[in-house]
């Protein structure tokens, strides 16, 4: 994802997370130092919090909480404390950032569906918001022609007197069929918005993830999108 931005003209100082820095993947320690090293404006996931001993993960399904407990053994303090001092939402160049949904943020609410999104306006004033947590890309928008949902990657312009909520889908993990990376390109000044797909080498990642003792299933849905 960092190759194809930068390749586009994306300068290293422009990172923007979306939380779930570390979760199902077999190099959470090197993850985290990438994101400090970037400078990236983040803000926390679910998984994140529960890495830092932050949110209980007996709700957590069986694979997500051996994830989380695995993950949590082998990060550095240093890198607990910064998951753990993430905020669950900040504001960026007019954006609001968060993970899950800025209604409830500390609930992990799913937006997937029109409703879901629809209803989640009222929670924040400013023109856009952008959210992750269910790995699935898609944008909603309200504005004077009434309300406009569309699912999966594309380019979305981002038109005044508009107002956007928008998934950026996964780098890691993407659950929509489509096994390569999700991510946004975002140029505020221009107004546009693009959620671009990557290709990367799913098959050392499933590797690794079966050699570190995590749950295959984790391996296999990388392979699947799902």
Same mark, same amino acid.
């Given at each position: 994802?960092?190759? &194809?931005?930068?390749?586009?003209? !994306? $300068?290293?100082?422009?990172?923007?997370?979306? $939380? &779930?820095?570390?979760?199902? $993947?077999? +190099?959470?320690?090197?993850?985290?130092?990438?994101?400090?090293?970037? +400078?990236?404006?983040?803000?926390?996931?679910?998984? &994140?919090?529960?890495?830092?001993?932050?949110? &209980?993960?007996?709700?957590?399904?069986?694979?997500?909480?051996?994830?989380?407990?695995?993950?949590?053994?082998?990060?550095?303090?240093?890198?607990?404390?910064?998951?753990? $001092?993430? @905020?669950?939402?900040?504001?960026?160049?007019?954006?609001?950032? !968060?993970?899950?949904? @800025?209604? +409830?943020?500390?609930?992990?609410?799913?937006?997937v569906s029109p409703g879901d999104g629809a209803r989640a306006f009222a929670a924040f004033s400013t023109p856009l918001c952008f959210v992750g947590h269910s790995h699935l890309p898609a944008a909603w928008s309200v504005g004077s022609s009434g309300p406009e949902f569309a699912a999966g990657p594309g380019e979305l312009p981002l038109l005044a007197g508009r107002r956007y909520l928008v998934n950026v889908g996964s780098v890691g993990q993407p659950r929509d069929r489509d096994p390569r990376a999700a991510y946004a390109l975002w140029d505020a000044e221009r107004g546009t918005l693009a959620i671009r797909r990557v290709a990367y080498d799913v098959l050392t990642a499933r590797r690794k993830i079966v050699a570190a003792g995590l749950p295959h299933y984790l391996a296999d849905r990388l392979a699947w999108g799902a």
């Open positions: 994802m960092l190759a &194809d931005a930068r390749a586009l003209g !994306v $300068g290293p100082g422009a990172v923007v997370c979306l $939380g &779930d820095i570390v979760g199902y $993947g077999a +190099d959470p320690e090197a993850v985290v130092d990438l994101m400090l090293g970037y +400078d990236a404006i983040a803000v926390a996931g679910n998984h &994140d919090y529960a890495a830092a001993g932050l949110l &209980d993960v007996e709700w957590f399904n069986p694979f997500a909480r051996a994830a989380a407990e695995w993950t949590a053994e082998r990060l550095h303090p240093a890198q607990s404390r910064y998951l753990s $001092g993430l @905020p669950l939402v900040r504001e960026h160049l007019g954006a609001v950032l !968060v993970h899950a949904s @800025p209604e +409830d943020p500390e609930e992990w609410p799913y937006l």
